[in-house]
């Protein structure tokens, strides 16, 4: 069973940077999965931020992240990052990956099998 956590979250200033991190507890591979980050703000519904393939070789993006965030996947240490460039109080949510055992890379929460806690990122203005 994969069990996910996220770190990295954290308190930053309109402009700054973040790097999130996702590993399985146990320090299992997760490179038969894709993968996924979403975040969910208060009061809003759960929001695709971006996906890598199990192979990390195609990557989809959310509208409102694509050109400041990057999916990156070190299958050498079982890790999935998520850097974020140029944040926006916007960007405030609480940040959570997931795994989807299926060869075909998604932007739906639905198809996701495995989910992290999330980690909470604020951005004040």
């Known amino acids: 069973q994969v069990q996910l956590v996220e770190t990295g979250g954290g308190l930053v200033q309109t402009g700054d940077s973040l790097r999130l991190s996702c590993a399985d507890s146990s320090g299992r591979s997760l490179r038969s999965y894709s993968m996924g980050w979403f975040r969910q703000a208060p009061g809003k519904e759960r929001e695709f931020v971006a996906a890598?393939?199990?192979?990390?070789?195609?990557?989809h993006y959310g509208d409102s992240v694509k050109g400041r965030f990057t999916i990156s996947r070190d299958d050498a240490e079982n890790v999935v990052y998520l850097q974020m460039n140029s944040l926006e109080p916007e960007d405030t949510a609480v940040y959570s990956c997931?795994?989807?055992?299926?060869?075909?890379?998604?932007?739906?929460?639905?198809?996701?099998?495995?989910w992290g806690q999330g980690t909470q990122v604020t951005v004040s203005s």
């Open positions: 997931a795994a989807d055992n299926s060869l075909i890379l998604s932007n739906w929460h639905e198809d996701y099998n495995y």
């Open positions: 890598a393939s199990w192979n990390g070789r195609n990557t």
